[in-house]
């Protein structure tokens, strides 16, 4: 019956694409429009009707069409190329079998766009992928390969990349990022334009055994929103200065900290325990520690992008 | 002065030992016969307290050895005990430590001062004496806490250090219970040594018996020894013990084995078993238990067991579990939740039947569901037999 109530998430909408942007996917051997997948068992070279049969027996609520997007900032422009062609070819015989599906017509088809971080070829691939109207949005895919290190990409490095892409396409689609990209990051590309974005930061931050916790107040102005955060940690010995939006649990000062990890949270983890004994949890290797921290760090994080909704939505009535 | 606890028996099965009760302790009023999930370190590992209150968990377990360690008895009384500290506000038990030196440490020492042992975290050498243990588990704050007892492994061949062992665990008992601070608030319980002795058994619950306590527990078995000595030493110990007073069987958590025990008069139980299984990806069921990696459950799209009220049932197929089992964490989480409410079930069944005065009855049903093919292990023919429940 498909992906969503085999995962027991019948009432939710789900996304497919082929990689997985907490993971390192370095680039596998492509071979003429068959794209190499890395799985669980080793990599598995694939062609866009297989992964449209795949697709099929999912249905998902919108998917990723099958591409090359194993690019990043180190790509040879010949690399680039090639990605943006492969990746153009494989999007026209996934959409042909799509409108060809009966069972794919409740589901949306998103066209990922490549170019690695050459503006041209980016350009070139947003341009022809806008020229078809039958689609639900747009991925910006192929900033990088190893999901892990996506948090180190300055802002700057992308956000000029993104900004004339967005120019070359359609204002009323959907326009999706993934990866770990830091909160500056995320806001910035917001005013940018970007819609969707994944769980990959709160989960590399439940994996440092760490809370997001910081205080940020959203303005809007000019058109867009500006974000002024600060840390709210008292300990500022241990926080990590690169990092001021999170706190390590791990970390001894919390050992007899009966504060929740943020007193004004509403998650569970929040109500209901202490940092002391999330401290206790991680330093015993108990699984429950990093439970809580996922569940505490997934609420922040949709709490962080209700109150940009919000203010979103009071500066455009 | 306030009661630590009251037990009420509210029902007793007429033919077999059974019975189940109401025991009230400070912090809830637990149902028995009842099943006690370990929460070693201060968790059921992997599992919400929402999700344990769910299930109808009542009683869970604490472990003495380890919290004493880490975090400590200073954080724990800053934190005014571990029910604040892992925020549980039904039942607490907690063993005195003892079983867990001499199980997990290998170069334990005992004498009759108490047990020297190494930390597993630093090596610095320690001395657990009767006292300590219960200035420890004064701090923890549960609703029952263990005596420190001389525990020798069930199979040793060694008499004289059996004797030795149930004598010394009488004495440990007194300063135990002299040593203890919040008599109004928590409950001692003595343990029953002996080993696989009868006269030894006897001899320890006598010695017991003359104490002012609220409950015993019967110890030093579920430790490998043979079926057949098993139930007959829970049934001796637990005739020696008044009715009056709950009993608690430690280390019991087989279906077969909690089935049976209750039969022969016991009223609580803890062990990891449920909650371990899990996490090696197996599931438990009315016929037995089933390992969800083997590969034909990739493509059984029914639930782990149909009539199961579970979240994980109502959710997840068994196709599912078989893909996340051992690469997912969540699966340990899914597992356990399904493992906790299947032994909490159970129990229920058992109290229920034994309201009804269909104890019995449920029995040999249960038994013929663990058994289809009737092939029913000697022991539980023998031990049923003991309480006048045949098995056909």
Known sequence: ?317 | MEKAMQFDVIATCSTTKARTSLMKLPHYTVETPIFMPVGTKGSIKSVLLEQLEDINCQIILGNTYHLGLRPGVELLKKAKGLHNFMGWNRALLTDSGGFQMVSLLHMAEINEQGVNFKSPYDGTKSLLTPEKSIQIQNAIGADIIMQLDDVVPTTSKDDARMEEATYRTSRWLDRCLSAHEYPEKQNIFPIVQGGLIDNLRKLSGNLHLQRKVNGYAIGGLSGGEAKDDFWKMVSLSSQLLPCNKPKYVMGVGFAVDLVICCALGADMFDCVFPTRTARFGCALTPHGQINLKNNKYKMDFEPIEKNCICSTCKTYTRAYLHQIVSTESVSCNLLSVHNLTYQMQLMKSIRDSIKENKFPKFVQKFMLNMYPNKNYPKWCIDALKTVSIELE
Not at chain 1, 122 to 132: H, P, Q
């Open chain 1, 1 to 317: 019956h498909g992906l969503n109530k085999f995962v027991g998430l019948e009432n939710y909408l789900s996304c497919c694409s082929t990689i997985d942007s907490v993971l390192n996917t370095p680039r596998g051997k492509n071979q003429k429009d068959k794209v190499s997948l890395k799985t669980k068992s080793g990599n598995i070279l694939i062609d866009y009707e297989k992964y449209m049969d795949i697709i099929e027996v999912f249905k998902p609520n919108m998917y990723v069409t099958l591409s090359i997007s194993d690019t990043d900032w180190d790509s040879s422009y010949s690399l680039i190329e090639k990605s943006v062609n492969i990746s153009n070819r494989l999007f026209m015989s996934c959409l042909e079998r799509h409108h060809k599906s009966e069972v794919l017509k409740g589901s949306g088809v998103i066209a990922p766009i490549q170019g690695g971080y050459n503006i041209q070829e980016r350009i070139r691939s947003a341009t022809f992928l806008s020229e078809y109207n039958d689609l639900l949005g747009f991925l910006f895919d192929g900033f990088f390969t190893d999901g892990t290190v996506v948090e180190d990409i300055p802002g700057n490095l992308i956000l000029p990349i993104v900004n004339k892409t967005m120019e070359c396409l359609p204002k009323d689609k959907m326009k999706i990022i993934f990866g770990a990209w830091t909160l500056d990051t995320i806001i910035d590309l917001i005013n940018s334009g970007m819609d969707i974005f994944d769980s990959s930061l709160p989960f590399f931050t439940t994996e440092r055994n760490s809370a997001l916790i910081f205080n940020y107040e959203l303005k809007y102005k000019n058109d867009i929103i500006i974000m002024d955060s600060h840390c709210c940690t008292t300990d500022q010995n241990n926080v990590d200065k690169s990092n001021s939006f999170e706190i390590c649990l791990m970390d001894t000062c919390y050992f007899e900290d009966f504060n929740p990890i943020n007193e004004s949270c509403s998650c569970l983890a929040c109500r209901k325990h202490t940092r002391a004994y999330i401290h206790h949890l991680l330093m015993s290797n108990e699984l429950l520690g990093s439970l809580l921290l996922t569940i505490h760090n997934l609420h922040y994080f949709h709490q962080f992008f209700k109150d940009i909704r919000e203010v979103l939505l009071k500066n455009n009535q």
